[in-house]
């Protein structure tokens, strides 16, 4: 199976930025299609965003558009989270998932491949 592994998140102050990094080794990752999503504590886990294997399409919550940016390095198996500008409601444990196929989808159900999660706080 893809085993992916989150990495680069942490306690930011509101209007601060975050970039995390989802990375596998053993498999390549440019065979999959990536997204991020992110459960904030009692609310149900949500889209953030997806890129395709190749990087050339991608797609983003209406929540962060324009302030998030995905994007990935299939040379270095790794696909990355720039957020900028966060807010409070940024605050969440973030997933980066994968499925077999060329583009990503905005249902959790679709992948078979998860990270463990890492933790971005924005608070004062």
């Known amino acids: 199976q893809v085993q992916l592994v989150e990495s680069g998140g942490g306690l930011v102050q509101p209007g601060g930025s975050l970039r995390l990094a989802c990375a596998t080794s053993?498999?390549?990752?440019?065979?999959?299609?990536v997204a991020w999503f992110r459960q904030a504590s009692g609310k149900e886990r949500e889209f953030v965003g997806g890129?395709?294997?190749?990087?050339?399409?991608?797609d983003s919550a209406d929540s962060v558009k324009g302030r998030f940016t995905i994007s990935r390095d299939n040379a270095k198996n790794t696909v990355f989270l720039q957020m900028n500008s966060l807010n409070p409601e940024d605050t969440a444990v973030y997933y980066c998932?994968?499925?077999?196929?060329?583009?990503?989808?905005?249902?959790?159900?679709?992948?078979?491949?998860w990270g463990q999660g890492t933790q971005v706080t924005v608070s004062s």
């Open positions: 998932a994968a499925r077999g196929f060329r583009d990503t989808i905005r249902h959790s159900y679709a992948y078979d491949y």
């Open positions: 053993g498999r390549t990752l440019g065979n999959y299609a």
């Open positions: 890129i395709s294997q190749s990087g050339s399409r991608t």
